[in-house]
């Protein structure tokens, strides 16, 4: 059993999703980053670290400033390594990384793969790149026994669903809303309606992210058959507003999973 | 990127490196254009706006001064300077507003540099009656402030970015992520022969008519082809609208000028064959410039319009297959450029434009008095006059 199908085993048997909280490695700095991580991994059942990069364009301002500052810090992709294999050190749940195309491209996508199988990262989803043009991206990842992951959308219709589900492993992440990452108020129904469409179609767990922020955001997504929840700019603005007291930042990370979990 | 049975390549270059979100709209308006790039009304819409609106065909003037005055090859200006608006850009603006109100679109996104690209969807935004927003970087806000009333008076909303660079790429980065947003009821109509498929084949199909007219119009003054083509590359627009229609012409040699800024040595200038390589940015895969790891580097030009890390798809296809040289101007030899136009031929050209002015006349001075060069004069230069010559009086030009 792969360390995903475990983990969602696991929260599906306990009656919840799966709480995958993200962070981008190094915000601010590889230090304070790391105890960041420390603070949130015993409430974690899985973590999604983002590689920061100089365009995300999937991305809105929240983590497009936790990008620029851990770019700022010195952090390259050499560093994103290594910081999870410390991370590896004490965190045994499932790694997946967010990464945007030209980073993987230029580390080699071979060696890109290589080296997250090495630093224990199970994961790798690519915003940038659709299934259409995967093919090396997928290929290096099987070779490595890395999953890729893919993202689907209100926008992907069932025929491109059908595509993805021959490629996709480990979970499906699916984009609550037209847009761009960042804290929402409510999930409308259409949120709903898709997760139940896509559910219909595949028995690969399904993990919802863009704009989760609440309990009840996280009740309602269960309710319509999620498996795991991603929430990540809603715990970054709580770093970004505690920047100059990284102990009282974790103070507050934890508080608010605890509120969610 | 080997990934020949993909669409949208060209050799090796191009793609739809979007996020999930985009691939239906993207083929939502693959299929659109398809279908109206062959439909003869469409056509016709396109070409009474073109005649009517923009001021089609555009001159091919023979500058006859400057060609004395630098005792070398004769010097053809193409002069996209005068359509309405006064770039080049409008020819696609144009051509896009139109295939968008076709497909029900109410709404237009736009990212602009130099503002001429926006100054262009603002005004067909308008005369279609469609809503217009351009994002702006503030620093090209600050350096083309002409252009930013413009469209504003327009009707067009203009949203400054201050995010990265504050410059072109990073307004592409917030229309994408406007057009991620409102995909149902907006139509992302980008300015340059970049971005994902079939973007790059859209804007170069809608710019080619400088290329077919300047045929036409060399062969009744000349009697004959040209032996250069000279154009400046940004994204690729003008360049390739210009050079399309001649790739086929193997003895025509054909060369798009980058922004070389203060040099290519001290890392502050927007030459991407000169210090790129390839590399994925804003959904295509082309040449970059990019640190070792693929994080996007700060770009350096004079010309906001050139002032751009990547470089349209086609183009470096291109620029692999050698049917294109690729080469870069300096800002000061941009700027003295710009100066000599005003003087000789009472042209004032746009900075962009300088650029491939400045090459064409240091080829011209090498060359023989029969041969002739076509410059595409992409724009004019009201919109640089500030900068222009605050940089001119600190240079001591
Ligand atoms: C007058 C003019 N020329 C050239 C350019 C560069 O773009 P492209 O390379 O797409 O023609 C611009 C862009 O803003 C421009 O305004």
Request: aromatic residues 8%; glycine residues 8%.
């Amino acid at each position: 059993m792969s360390n995903f199908s475990a983990a969602f085993k696991k929260s599906t048997s306990a009656g919840r999703p799966a709480f995958m909280p993200f962070l981008v490695a190094g915000d601010p700095d590889y230090n304070t980053g790391l105890a960041m991580f420390k603070a949130i991994v015993p409430y974690a059942d899985m973590l999604e670290i983002g590689f920061p990069y100089s365009d995300p364009l999937a991305d809105g301002p929240t983590i497009q400033a936790a990008d620029e500052r851990a770019l700022r810090s010195g952090i390259d992709t050499d560093k994103v390594f290594s910081l999870i294999s410390e991370i590896r050190s004490f965190f045994k749940g499932p790694i997946s990384v967010l990464v945007y195309a030209n980073l993987v491209y230029q580390y080699g996508i071979d060696n890109f793969y290589k080296q997250a199988a090495k630093s224990g990262i199970d994961g790798v989803l690519i915003p940038d790149v659709p299934h259409e043009e995967s093919e090396l991206f997928v290929k290096a990842a099987k070779k490595h026994k890395v999953s890729p992951v893919f993202m689907i959308t209100q926008t992907t219709t069932d025929a491109r669903l059908k595509k993805i589900l021959q490629q996709a492993e480990g979970y499906l992440y699916l984009v609550s809303v037209l847009g761009v990452t960042g804290s929402r108020g409510s999930l409308g129904k259409e949120t709903f309606d898709f997760i139940k469409r896509v559910k219909k179609q595949t028995t690969l767990p399904l993990a919802l992210g863009f704009g989760i922020s609440s309990k009840e955001h996280i009740d309602n997504a269960a309710k319509a058959g999620i498996d795991g929840v991603i929430v990540g700019s809603a715990i970054i603005k709580i770093l970004e507003a505690n920047l100059s007291n990284p102990v009282q930042a974790a103070k507050e990370t934890e508080a608010f999973i605890k509120e969610l979990v | 990127m080997k990934n020949k049975e993909r669409k949208g390549y060209f050799g090796d270059f191009g793609g739809q490196y979007v996020p999930e979100t985009l691939m239906s709209p993207l083929e939502e308006l693959e299929k659109a254009y398809l279908k109206l790039s062959k439909d003869t009304r469409f056509k016709k819409e396109v070409s009474y706006w073109l005649t009517n609106f923009v001021g089609r065909p555009t001159p091919l003037y023979y500058a006859k001064q400057l060609t004395a005055k630098t005792g070398g090859a004769k010097i053809y200006l193409k002069r996209e300077d005068l359509t309405h608006t006064g770039a080049h850009k409008i020819n696609n603006a144009l051509g896009q507003a139109l295939l968008a109100k076709h497909m029900g679109k109410k709404r237009l996104i736009a990212e602009t540099g130099a503002g001429q690209h926006g100054v262009a969807t603002a005004t067909v935004a308008a005369a279609l009656g469609m809503e217009c927003i351009v994002y702006m970087g503030s620093v090209d806000i600050e350096r083309q402030q002409p252009n930013v009333q413009r469209m504003k008076l327009l009707g067009a909303q203009v949203v400054p970015v201050n995010a990265g660079s504050k410059t072109l790429k990073d307004a592409i980065n917030e229309a994408i992520r406007d057009w991620v947003t409102n995909i149902k009821s907006s139509h992302y109509l980008i300015g340059s022969v970049l971005g994902p498929h079939p973007y790059p084949t859209i804007v170069r199909d809608f710019q080619k008519i400088i290329g077919e007219e300047a045929r036409k119009q060399i062969k009744q003054q000349e009697g004959r082809l040209p032996d250069y083509l000279v154009a400046c590359v940004g994204g690729g627009s003008n360049s390739i609208g210009l050079f399309y229609d001649f790739l086929k012409e193997k003895k025509i040699k054909i060369i798009g000028v980058e922004a070389g800024g203060i040099s290519i040595k001290s890392g502050k200038h927007a030459a991407r064959f000169a210090g790129g390589r390839p590399g994925i940015l804003h959904g295509t895969f082309s040449y970059v410039l990019q640190d070792k790891y693929g994080q996007i580097t700060e770009t350096h030009s004079i010309s906001a319009g050139l002032d751009y890390p990547s470089i349209g798809p086609e183009h470096a296809d291109l620029y692999r297959s050698k049917l294109v040289e690729y080469t870069h101007v300096t800002d000061e030899e941009a700027l003295k450029a710009f100066m000599l136009l005003a003087r000789t031929e009472g042209i004032i050209p746009a900075l962009e434009s300088s650029h491939a002015v400045a090459h064409a006349v240091k080829m011209a001075k090498k060359l023989p008095k029969n041969e002739i060069i076509i410059v595409n004069l992409s724009g004019r230069g009201d919109k640089d006059l500030a900068q222009a010559i605050y940089h001119i009086e600190k240079m001591k030009l």
